[in-house]
């Protein structure tokens, strides 16, 4: 689990809720942005457990810390959050650090749960939209299970979220996240912080827009040599996922399948691996 970014997607939520939020209320929220970023942008922001309960669907580390019971300790969410007799507030005085570090397309979905969800109670959240959710319906414990909550795995969740197939769940959990991670970043120094390979001043748009142009993928890494198959394939669907112009209206992304992925999987096609940390 990222805890700083669930701390200052937590602060983000409060400051919309005018500095004070029910805590039930703040966690269901948080799973909703979870959510609506799998669904728009490919990988959760917070990277929490998430658990189906007999009430609602739980991000499991974050439920604990948003308690306050001192169980479960966090310094970044203790330097953004804290629990008062009427709600968690923002801290006084916390850094400017607590409330910057999500990205904008991250941020808007926070805000786009927040335009739909926010004027709901607690209750309402959980009865009207939680217990909707295809994932809650698949995955609650029976009523007379002896465990009150039920882990579900992420690649579940994402055939659930996104409507992937077993395949392209595991391609977004495992190899996309790790090619994420390792060969895309932003550096205001390159390219202004456009989003770009590691090691080049290629910028994911300009992957997708060779490829997206018809330009076979084999013709693009002759002329990037230093781009592997991996780091372009992630670019591509990185910059459908996190476009320049306003965010398309359904599903966002494709997957490389068929024909796509088993030339990567081909011993000549794999370009260099890499593993990512959470």
């Given at each position: ?9 937590a602060v983000a939520f409060i400051e919309r809720a005018g500095g004070l939020i029910d805590r039930t209320k703040l966690v269901r929220l948080m799973y909703l942005a979870e959510r609506e970023a799998m669904r728009r942008l490919l990988l959760p922001i917070i990277e929490d457990e998430v658990c189906a309960t007999q009430d609602d669907m739980v991000l499991s580390r974050t439920s604990r810390l948003a308690r ?211």
């Open positions: 689990m990222r805890e700083r970014r669930a701390a200052r997607m306050a019971d001192g169980s479960t300790k966090s310094a970044d969410w203790d330097a953004g959050v804290v629990q008062t007799p009427y709600g968690l507030a923002v801290r006084e005085g916390a850094p400017a650090a607590a409330r910057d570090g999500l990205a904008n397309d991250e941020l808007e979905a926070v805000q786009r749960v927040w335009d739909e969800h926010g004027a709901m109670g607690a209750d309402e959240l959980a009865r009207d939209v939680h217990r909707r959710l295809p994932e809650w319906i698949e995955h609650r414990p029976p009523t007379d299970a002896k465990a009150a909550s039920v882990p579900v795995p992420r690649l579940q969740l994402h055939q659930s979220v996104c409507g992937a197939d077993a395949a392209e769940a595991r391609y977004l959990v495992d190899e996309y996240r790790a090619a994420r991670d390792r060969w895309i970043t932003s550096d205001p120094d390159i390219l202004g912080g456009t989003p770009a390979i590691v090691g080049t001043r290629v910028s994911v748009y300009a992957i997708r827009g060779r490829l997206d142009g018809g330009d076979p993928l084999e013709d693009l890494l002759r002329d990037y040599p230093h781009v592997p198959r991996e780091a372009a394939v992630a670019a591509r669907m990185y910059a459908k996922a996190h476009p320049l112009e306003p965010h398309p209206l359904g599903r966002p992304w494709e997957l490389p399948t068929g024909q796509a992925r088993a030339s990567e999987r081909s011993p000549q096609g794999r370009g260099r691996a890499g593993k990512a940390t959470s």
